[in-house]
C-alpha cells in the first residue's frame, strides 16, 4: 500500500516545491525594484562640536534629514540603489563647557545634499523572520557651501589661519556613508525600516574650518531615521 503511494507522494512534493520556488521567483522579480523615502535627523562632530566636551552630546545641534531613493533587488540577501540625501548640520562653539572653544565662539550651518550609491546586504533574509537586520554602504558625492561665522578673533595667526580656509573652502567632497538598520514587510508591497548612518569625508570642510580650527581633527556627519519602501 505505502509503495503505491510513493509516487503520488513524491509528484505532490514536487509540485509543492515548484509551486515554493516559482512563489519566492515571484517575488525576487515582479518585485524587484523599490522606491524609499526616509525622514530622520542628522549630526555632525568637526572642528566646532566635540562629544568629548560634557556640555554636548549625540543631540546636540540636531538637523533635519530627508531622503529619496530607488534601488534594485538582485535577491533575497542583496539590493543596489542611488540615494538622493537633503540634511542640515551646524554648531556653535558657544555650547561648550571648555573655555578656549567658548572664548572662539566660532559657528556654522550648512545645507547638504548628498547623491550615493548604496548596497544593502540582508545577512538573515534566508531565515522567516518578521525584523531582518541590515548593512548597508556605498561611494558618493557631497554638496553644501558651509555658512560659517569666525567672530571673536583677537590674533593675527588665526586671522591669517581664517583667511586661508575662507580661500580654500571646499563645496564639495567624495563621501562614504556606513550604517545598519532593521527592516520589516508591512505587507507584500510596503516596507518599514529604521536605520542610522555614519559619514567619511574626503575633505575637512563641512563646518568651513580647518586651519583656524584643528586641521588634525576630521569631519564626520551621519542621520537616522524611518525609511518607507514600496516595491515595484
Known amino acids: 500500500m505505502l509503495l503505491a503511494l510513493c509516487p ?62 530607488v534601488k534594485k533587488h538582485f535577491n533575497e540577501h542583496f539590493t543596489l540603489g542611488i540615494t538622493y540625501t537633503n540634511l542640515t548640520v551646524s554648531a556653535d562653539e558657544a555650547n561648550f563647557s571648555d573655555p578656549g572653544h567658548k572664548a572662539r565662539g566660532y559657528s556654522f550651518e550648512n545645507n547638504l545634499n548628498e547623491i550615493s550609491i548604496l548596497a544593502e546586504y540582508f545577512p538573515f533574509a534566508d531565515k522567516n523572520w518578521k525584523l531582518q537586520p541590515y548593512v548597508y554602504v556605498g ?30 573652502a571646499k563645496s564639495s567632497s567624495f563621501v562614504l556613508p556606513i550604517g545598519f538598520g532593521a527592516q520589516m514587510d508591512l505587507t507584500s508591497k510596503i516596507t ?23 586641521s588634525d581633527v576630521g569631519d564626520y556627519y551621519g542621520d537616522g531615521g524611518l525609511k518607507i519602501g514600496y516595491k515595484f
Do not use: C, H, W
Not at 151 to 160: A, E, I, L
Not at 193 to 211: H, K, P, V
Open 192 to 214: 518599514l525600516s529604521a536605520q542610522a548612518s555614519l559619514r567619511f569625508l574626503a575633505n575637512d570642510y563641512i563646518d568651513g574650518t580647518s586651519q583656524a580650527g584643528n
Open 8 to 69: 503520488f507522494l513524491l509528484y505532490s512534493q514536487s509540485n509543492i516545491n515548484v509551486i515554493e520556488l516559482d512563489d519566492k521567483m515571484e517575488r525576487t522579480t515582479s518585485k524587484s525594484l523599490e522606491g524609499t523615502l526616509a525622514i530622520g535627523v542628522s549630526a555632525y562632530e568637526g572642528d566646532l562640536l566635540s562629544f568629548d566636551d560634557e556640555n554636548l552630546g549625540l543631540f546636540s545641534d540636531l538637523g533635519f534629514s530627508i531622503a529619496i531613493g
Open 139 to 168: 561611494p558618493g558625492l557631497v554638496f553644501g557651501s558651509s555658512d560659517t561665522n569666525f567672530r571673536n578673533v583677537g590674533d593675527t595667526p588665526n586671522t591669517v589661519n581664517i583667511n586661508k580656509d575662507i580661500s580654500e
